[in-house]
């Protein structure tokens, strides 16, 4: 996802709780952008129009400073890559040991709990053993397929989670290894806006990370923030123009990370129950939540459910969200999502 740069859209998506005659913001605007996680992120910030124009430049550097450090912060508790980030200490830890989680890993942690416990297991932070061996984690593998899969499948099944988990108090079962990827980025879109909405200069903002967007309020021009959606990979005409205020959006998509072999594509999107790569008839989900990380998480349950059982979870719980087939045909939106077109 990124900012539409052209009219060649089809559908144009507005949340329906924007109220009647939103007001124009106005003000000035400064962006920032870099790289971070191993992919980039960006700012597109509104500073209030009754602020001194001379202090814009301070103004950024104060925020691109704040945010850097919340994502260093991140990044140490959360990562995978570090061999002394909490997260890999816990992963090492002998089973039956148990490790108080600092913030913000255990709100991120009981986040995805309940977000496993919510889609009984299509998303499910218990997957890094099964994510290492297929090569979509901190070694890379050509060709696991051909090479073989060898990771244990005891703890697999996410009623495994059962118990692991009491307040900030995390235990290590054997062959469970935490994972946080599938919702520590929206996590820190998060944590961006509000760190930047907490500013008395700031009027309005977009967060980006990776292409998981949050927003709120207008641009200098009284225009919405337009994101452009292009769920089946097609940059050039994007399907989907969306408005974001006061909404995060996020996208999974088997075209993200894959292996081919024997003619077959590997997405990196595992299924929890077999820990092997999903059979999806979905190839992508587009999920829109006030938090961008439910809606990273959602996106990615959404894809192990396959069409039926991923719109039928939609529509109980109102989720707007698109769906993308596999098959060549037209997305599927679900009630909530179509009530945005």
């Given at each position: 996802m990124?900012?539409l740069?052209?009219?060649?859209?089809?559908t144009?998506?507005?949340?329906?709780?924007v109220?009647?005659?939103?007001?124009?913001i106005g003000?000035?605007?400064?962006?920032?952008?870099?790289?971070v996680?191993?992919?980039?992120?960006?700012?597109?910030?509104?500073?209030?129009?009754?602020?001194?124009?001379?202090?814009?430049?301070?103004?950024?550097?104060?925020?691109?400073?704040?945010?850097?450090?919340?994502?260093?912060?991140?990044?140490?508790?959360?990562?995978?890559?570090?061999d002394d980030?909490?997260i890999?200490?816990?992963?090492?830890?002998?089973?039956?040991?148990?490790?108080?989680l600092?913030?913000?890993?255990?709100?991120?942690?009981?986040?995805?709990?309940?977000?496993?416990?919510?889609t009984?297991?299509?998303?499910?932070?218990?997957?890094?053993?099964?994510?290492?061996?297929?090569g979509?984690?901190?070694v890379?593998?050509a060709?696991?397929?051909?090479?073989?899969?060898a990771?244990?499948?005891?703890?697999?099944?996410?009623?495994?989670?059962?118990?692991?988990?009491?307040?900030?108090?995390i235990e290590?079962?054997?062959?469970?290894?935490?994972?946080l990827?599938?919702?520590?980025?929206?996590y820190?879109?998060?944590?961006l806006?509000?760190?930047i909405?907490?500013?008395?200069?700031?009027?309005?903002?977009?967060?980006?990370?990776?292409?998981?967007?949050?927003?709120?309020?207008?641009?200098?021009?009284?225009?919405?923030?337009?994101?452009?959606?292009?769920?089946?990979?097609?940059?050039?005409s994007?399907?989907?123009?969306?408005?974001?205020?006061?909404?995060?959006?996020?996208t999974?998509?088997?075209?993200?990370?894959?292996?081919?072999?024997g003619?077959?594509?590997y997405s990196?999107?595992?299924?929890p129950?077999t820990?092997?790569?999903?059979?999806?008839?979905l190839?992508?989900a587009?999920?829109?939540?006030?938090?961008?990380?439910?809606?990273?998480?959602l996106?990615?349950?959404?894809?192990v459910?396959?069409?039926?059982?991923?719109l039928?979870?939609a529509?109980?719980r109102?989720?707007?969200?698109?769906?993308?087939?596999?098959?060549?045909?037209?997305?599927i939106?679900?009630?909530?999502?179509?009530?945005?077109?």
């Open positions: 990124a900012e740069a052209s009219d060649n859209y089809a144009v998506l507005i949340p329906p709780d109220p009647e005659g939103a007001p124009q003000g000035r605007e400064v962006v920032h952008s870099g790289e996680f191993g992919t980039t992120w960006s700012l597109r910030l509104v500073r209030k129009s009754s602020t001194n124009p001379a202090n814009d430049t301070a103004y950024r550097a104060q925020l691109v400073k704040a945010c850097s450090q919340a994502l260093a912060l991140i990044d140490a508790q959360m990562s995978l890559w570090q980030s909490d890999s200490h816990f992963n090492r830890l002998t089973p039956g040991a148990a490790l108080s600092p913030e913000p890993l255990a709100t991120v942690t009981g986040k995805a709990f309940n977000v496993c416990e919510e009984k297991g299509a998303f499910y932070p218990g997957l890094y053993e099964a994510v290492e061996q297929w979509f984690g901190s890379d593998k060709n696991p397929v051909a090479t073989g899969l990771f244990s499948r005891e703890w697999m099944a996410p009623a495994a989670m059962a118990g692991l988990l009491s307040g900030n108090v290590r079962h054997r062959g469970f290894a935490l994972d990827n599938g919702i520590a980025k929206g820190a879109v998060d944590l806006y509000d760190v909405r907490a500013h008395p200069d700031t009027a309005a903002c977009l967060v980006e990370i990776g292409g998981e967007l949050k927003g709120f309020g207008t641009r200098a021009d009284g225009m919405p923030f337009w994101i452009d959606l292009s769920p089946n990979g097609d940059d050039v994007p399907t989907y123009r969306a408005a974001l205020y006061g909404w995060a959006c996020a999974s998509g088997e075209t993200e990370r894959f292996h081919e072999s003619g077959s594509v990196h999107i595992l299924d129950e820990g092997a790569s999903a059979q999806s008839d190839i992508a587009t999920v829109f939540d006030k938090e961008c990380a439910r809606a990273d998480a996106a990615t349950a959404l894809i459910m396959g069409s039926n059982k991923a039928a979870f529509n109980e109102l989720i707007p969200c698109v769906l993308t087939p596999r098959a060549e045909s037209a997305d939106l679900s009630n909530a999502m179509r009530e945005w077109i």
